[in-house]
């Protein structure tokens, strides 16, 4: 995860069988270290998601999951998604990896 603002990159390290329960489970590590102190009247998060695979915006998994963490944060959770395929041209991807 990149955050834009801050310039601050956040890696997630595990296992799990499911990408999108992992996914989400990473930007809520995200949320309760980093996130919250540094936008702590934040009213929405945004995340920019790569449109394919297990976070692809038809998958119904990952919506649950989004879904149960914006019950927790008390605040809507928007997913802008990139057209599948264009990951790799992804600026803030490639500077992390």
Request: hydrophobic share 35%; with cysteine; aromatic share 10%.
């Amino acid at each position: 995860m990149y955050d834009v603002c801050r310039n601050e990159g956040w890696v997630s390290v595990g296992s799990s069988h499911d990408t999108a329960q992992f996914a989400v489970e990473g930007i809520r590590r995200w949320w309760g270290q980093r996130g919250r102190r540094a936008y702590p009247a934040a009213p929405q998060l945004l995340i920019t998601a790569d449109g394919g695979g297990s976070n692809g915006y038809r998958i119904r998994l990952w919506k649950i999951e989004l879904q149960k963490l914006a019950n927790e944060l008390g605040f809507p959770v928007t997913v802008c998604h990139l057209p599948p395929g264009t990951s790799k041209w992804n600026k803030i991807e490639h500077r992390l990896l």
